[in-house]
């Protein structure tokens, strides 16, 4: 009788181990000011496509500061994170991809890039803003990257096909009612 209770005791402890490191990690980012992506790649065959639209809406200042940073599953950087300025009624093009692209600065002058190894990576992206309170009105509007239209696409290049990326926390975040209820559409701005 002792040794289930013991072997539920120690598989305990290990769960609550694995949990707790990882729950830190979960409640680190919130979505109140900061846009995530649960997935990006690049490889030898794949690249990530990001766009970022300024809708100019009244409520948003004309420019809003952004840092990228694309984290892989070790949670090191991909490459440096990028840094920009987007313009009311202006959209921003970001590609993930690795050394020795054809997709690449040269090729794309106007886009911005985050190069890594040639090797296989993934991971989620992190997008905060450079506005130390993006909630506080600047001018006539706020400087809120959750008020932005992110969109973007793992691209396979052997047959230009690839897959949607979603974006959580920006101006098309999913909200789901506490219901869940068949007849409550999962929409809305966050």
Do not use: C
């Amino acid at each position: 009788m002792k040794s289930p209770i013991l072997i539920l005791i120690a598989l305990f402890l290990m769960v609550d181990a694995f949990w707790s490191a990882r729950l830190d990690l979960a409640l680190a980012i919130e979505n109140k000011s900061r846009v995530i992506s649960p997935y990006w790649q690049s490889d030898s065959g794949s690249y990530t496509f990001i766009a970022v639209s300024h809708s100019s809406l009244s409520t948003i200042a004309s420019q809003v500061g952004m840092v990228i940073n694309a984290i892989q599953n070790d949670l090191t950087a991909f490459g440096t994170a990028v840094t920009f300025t987007i313009s009311a009624g202006s959209t921003e093009r970001i590609f993930i991809v690795r050394t020795n692209s054809t997709v690449n600065s040269t090729s794309i002058s106007s886009a911005q890039f985050i190069v890594g190894t040639t090797n296989f990576k993934h991971g989620h992206l992190r997008i905060e803003p450079v506005a130390t309170n993006p909630t506080t009105a600047f001018g006539t509007g706020r400087r809120d990257i959750t008020m932005l239209n992110f969109w973007g696409a793992v691209v396979i290049e052997t047959n230009t096909t690839g897959f949607a990326m979603e974006f959580i926390g920006d101006m098309q975040d999913s909200a789901a009612t506490p219901s869940m209820a068949d007849s409550a559409p999962v929409a809305g701005v966050n």
